[in-house]
């Protein structure tokens, strides 16, 4: 069953510009992952923030977590055509090692 | 490190024939594996969790009997859809923890097999 759920489903922009995707989840989770995946391929992973963890940083990824509100962000900053793919967040619920994913965000990064 | 390869990357059947999508782990151990399945422009849904030397357990609603998994070594599952049908057509992807790690680690994939059932 889905238990991330991103928000935008899509996302326009311009070089340069920063994006950021949204990513709710229903239940308790160990950690939460996010991962890239370039069209017709793979997943790649990017980032694994803990559920006692609050913000983690990856060159120009940043993830935020707020359990609270069942909540995480990923922004990429100044962002390059390259980063065009879609953006999948992830969760592990409590108990589990299996991975469940969002929806998606779809960006597209315009040169 | 931590390399999954998975074969073929694409492949076209006729229907009622079966398919065998290989996942090998080249660098590193997995006693688990998980194939995923993916339809156009929509999210990964888990199908099953492959364990080394045992049974594999199936998500509900995926049939066990039409996707066979065998896991026989540390380094190789494999997915075969037996009579395939056009609604099987999907992407199919692997993926695994390294050994010892669980739901606390990244897990990594393979690039996926597209599966087109004519």
């Known amino acids: 069953s889905q238990q991330g759920e991103e928000d935008p489903q899509a996302l326009s922009i311009q070089e340069g510009e920063n994006a950021t995707m949204n990513c709710s989840y229903k239940?308790?989770?160990?950690?939460l992952q996010w991962y890239r995946q370039n069209s017709g391929r793979g997943l790649v992973h990017l980032i694994l923030?803990?559920?006692?963890?609050r913000e983690k940083h990856s060159g120009r990824l940043r993830v935020t977590l707020d359990t609270s509100k069942k909540s995480s962000s990923l922004l990429i900053t100044a962002s390059r055509a390259a980063d065009t793919a879609s953006y999948f967040c992830?969760?592990?619920?409590?108990?589990?090692?299996?991975?469940?994913f969002g929806k998606g965000t779809k960006l597209t990064v315009n040169p | 490190g931590a390399v999954v390869s998975q074969h073929p990357s694409w492949v076209i059947c006729k229907s009622g024939t079966s398919v065998k999508i290989e996942c090998r782990s080249l660098?590193?151990?997995?006693?688990?594996m998980f194939w995923y399945r993916q339809f156009p422009k929509q999210s990964l849904m888990l199908m099953a969790t492959?364990?080394?030397?045992?049974?594999?357990?199936?998500e509900q609603g995926v049939e066990k009997d039409k996707f066979l998994i065998n896991h026989a070594s540390l380094t190789l599952s494999t997915l075969t859809v037996t009579s395939a049908h056009p609604e099987d057509s999907s992407f199919y992807i692997c993926?695994?923890?390294?050994?010892?790690?669980?739901?606390?680690?990244?897990?990594?994939f393979g690039n996926g097999t597209r599966l087109t059932v004519t």
């Open positions: 923030i803990r559920s006692n963890e």
């Open positions: 492959s364990n080394e030397g045992s049974k594999a357990t199936y």
């Open positions: 992830a969760t592990v619920q409590g108990g589990s090692e299996k991975l469940v």
């Open positions: 993926s695994a923890h390294l050994a010892g790690q669980r739901g606390n680690s990244p897990l990594h």
């Open positions: 660098d590193f151990q997995a006693t688990t």
């Open positions: 239940t308790s989770i160990n950690n």
